[in-house]
């Protein structure tokens, strides 16, 4: 299952803080990806990037921030602007093409605020 | 907006029995339509996909049919076993061709 990685696993946070979760991968992959999971809700986008210090909002980006400093590494921060944080988030990369290719999971990091 | 929608949200079937997933999509620009697998605990991992250009697609005991004037894919798994058990997810890729458009997932499972 290399490749991909997202720590931590599991993360606590207090209300009112911002924590970052941490995506990195190895594949030389242009295209990363975060998503949001929930109970019957399916995999929701936050945000994707295609390119490194470019990166557009998904469906449900308000309340996070996204970075692309290096093509490896894809953090998404969660501020104390979304209102209900506690989720399952996934990273995901791919080659990018315009025409949609296979998207490589992290294992995820489950956020749960106090 | 671009949407796609997966039924059922559940299923339960026999081992050996088929099981077949359906779903529809809103754009349709959309040419790229993979299927995940998600077993409990780990990430979801693609287990088929299919482009406009075709209008099935198998690989052992999956298949994938695609309907463009309709707008419905359709996964079909035969003669399934216990190690079928999981969610699987529908998506389609968005218009631009830069991000994948999920279902809300399918949680089969398998009895024997």
């Known amino acids: 299952d290399g490749g991909i990685t997202q720590s931590p696993k599991y993360l606590f946070r207090k209300e009112g803080q911002n924590v970052t979760l941490s995506c990195e991968q190895n594949l030389n992959h242009d295209a990363m990806y975060w998503y949001r999971q929930d109970p019957g809700q399916g995999l929701r986008l936050i945000y994707y990037s295609q390119i490194v210090n470019d990166f557009q909002k998904g469906d449900i980006a308000e309340g996070y921030s996204v970075s692309r400093e290096k093509k490896e590494s894809f953090p998404l921060t969660v501020t104390s602007a979304q209102k209900n944080p506690t989720a399952f988030y996934l990273c995901?990369?791919?080659?990018?093409?315009?025409?949609?290719?296979?998207?490589?999971f992290g294992p995820g990091t489950r956020l749960t605020v106090l | 907006g671009e949407n796609v929608e997966q039924h059922p949200s559940t299923l339960s079937v026999q081992e050996g029995d088929s099981a077949v997933i359906k779903c529809t999509y809103s754009?349709?620009?959309?040419?790229?339509f993979p299927w995940y697998k998600q077993e409990l605990g780990k990430r979801p991992q693609l287990i088929i996909d299919?482009?406009?250009?075709?209008g099935e697609k198998k690989d052992q005991r999956i298949a994938v049919t695609l309907n463009k004037t309709a707008k419905h894919f359709s996964l079909h798994i035969t003669e399934t076993q216990p190690e079928d058990s999981a969610v699987y997810f529908c998506?389609?890729?968005?218009?631009?061709?830069?991000?994948?458009?999920f279902g809300k997932g399918t949680t089969l499972s398998v009895s024997s």
């Open positions: 998506a389609a890729v968005n218009q631009a061709g830069t991000a994948l458009i």
């Open positions: 299919i482009r406009s250009n075709v």
């Open positions: 754009d349709s620009a959309s040419n790229y």
């Open positions: 995901a990369s791919s080659v990018y093409r315009d025409r949609g290719e296979e998207q490589f």
